[in-house]
């Protein structure tokens, strides 16, 4: 029998699973539990997992699927194609709404994210709920929504580099992360694979509206964008090394908090390869620059 407990740390997303001591060999029914928690709340938290380090921590990712490489264009840490390490150490900022690696045509399914180094206070990492952001939108927007899409890319805002605190770093890790251009268009609403349910697919990496202005792009986005991280669909977690942090990136955004001025923080994280989205019509996106075969696999 399973000792698995799952208690809800705010009201419309994320949770604190306890019980268990996360690893590669976990029995299939606590793995079970774990995915159905992961569904139902969105984002999910394990606490004292200090024992992982990065083969134990791809080990556990695997049960969950299987995995893409690291990133399409950054180099993965170490010896393991599959650990992405994100270290904000040096007040480097990644500090905007995004669903993970949404510019190609398969965006990862999950997310499992490590705490190797964080400060004694600061550096919290916000998620969003993409599904309750969708079903809270009044009826006529939803309406709108479900029919439009958005274009995707890796491609950096170079006004955006030079208006950063450290341009000269900020263009080189510019210049890394859009080795390769990839270009997706994607359902601004996309039907979730496992549940059915109906979710928010933009964040940062969406650049443009299909058809529509420059202008009218990013005010339709920046509407839309303001309902998905609205408090209410939100949950704010407080690092502390050895956490775990498991999130749906087909029903979620996320964010950090760069709180924390450049005293070390540093995260591995692991991916789950996933489906080319649909949209409520039934049409899958559509790639128009890019091949991301190299990167993950498309899931079942």
Do not use: C
């Not at 990644?94 to 997310?111: I, L």
């Not at 997706?184 to 549940?195: F, G, S, Y």
């Not at 005010?219 to 949950?235: F, G, H, K, P, Y």
């Not at 502390?240 to 923080?265: C, E, K, L, M, S």
């Amino acid at each position: 029998m399973s000792t698995l407990s799952v208690t809800p740390v705010a009201g419309r997303i994320g949770a604190e699973v306890t019980g268990v001591r996360l690893a590669g060999d976990l029995p299939a029914d606590v793995v079970a539990e774990i995915r159905l928690a992961l569904l139902t709340h969105k984002v999910i938290f394990f606490r004292g997992q200090e024992h992982l380090d990065e083969r134990g921590q791809t080990a556990f990712a695997r049960l969950l699927g299987e995995l893409t490489t690291a990133h399409p264009t950054v180099p993965a840490f170490g010896g393991n194609a599959h650990i992405l390490d994100l270290d904000y150490s040096g007040g480097q900022k990644v500090d905007r709404w995004h669903t993970d690696v949404t510019f190609v045509d398969r965006p990862p399914a999950a997310s499992v994210l490590r705490a190797v180094t964080v400060p004694a206070a600061g550096g919290d990492t916000l998620w969003a709920n993409a599904v309750t952001a969708y079903e809270y939108l009044p009826a006529e927007l939803r309406e709108l929504v479900e029919r439009l899409r958005a274009v995707h890319t890796n491609q950096f805002d170079y006004a955006r580099i030079a208006a950063s605190e450290d341009p000269e770093r900020a263009r080189a890790y510019a210049e890394v992360f859009a080795s390769t251009v990839f270009e997706t268009e994607h359902p601004v609403v996309r039907v979730h694979p496992e549940t059915g349910e109906r979710s928010i697919l933009l964040g940062d990496f969406a650049r443009r509206l299909s058809g529509l202005s420059a202008s009218a792009s990013a005010s339709v986005i920046r509407l839309i964008q303001d309902q998905v991280t609205a408090v209410e669909n939100t949950v704010r977690w407080r690092w502390a090394p050895g956490d775990v942090a498991v999130w749906d990136n087909r029903a979620t955004q996320h964010r950090v908090v760069h709180d924390f001025g450049d005293r070390p923080r540093r995260l591995h994280r692991v991916t789950i390869a996933g489906d080319v989205p649909v949209g409520v019509d039934g049409r899958p996106s559509t790639v128009l620059t890019g091949d991301a075969a190299a990167y993950s696999p498309v899931a079942a």
